[in-house]
């Protein structure tokens, strides 16, 4: 019902601050995230661009201001998208749906249906 009332609805940006290469966070810590932020609205205002992959939008390597421990071998490894850990990430996710029975929404149900279908074809 909200998205039909609203003439501009808010992006969706999702963040894995989690990431890890040889046991340490590839991302330095809190103090960092602002650079995530700053992305988000530069994307959001058309100002950066991105590269598209089959879970959605990255950032581009040259327009995004990135910590000096985050260099381009790493920037590949903390974008990595791994066919295998998202289709067992989309079968707990729907699994946990299923809970919501006839009152999960129809929408939501395409979106997680387009999103393994990316993955899968990737």
Partial sequence: KMQKTISQPPKIYTVNWFRKKNGKYLWPGFGENIRVL?????????????????IGFIPNFNEFSYPKELDKENYEHVFHISKQSWQEELREVKDYFKKFGDKFPKEMSEEVAQLEANINAA
């Fill in 38 to 54: 700053k992305w988000v609205c530069e994307r959001s205002d058309g100002k950066v661009g991105a590269r598209e992959t089959p």
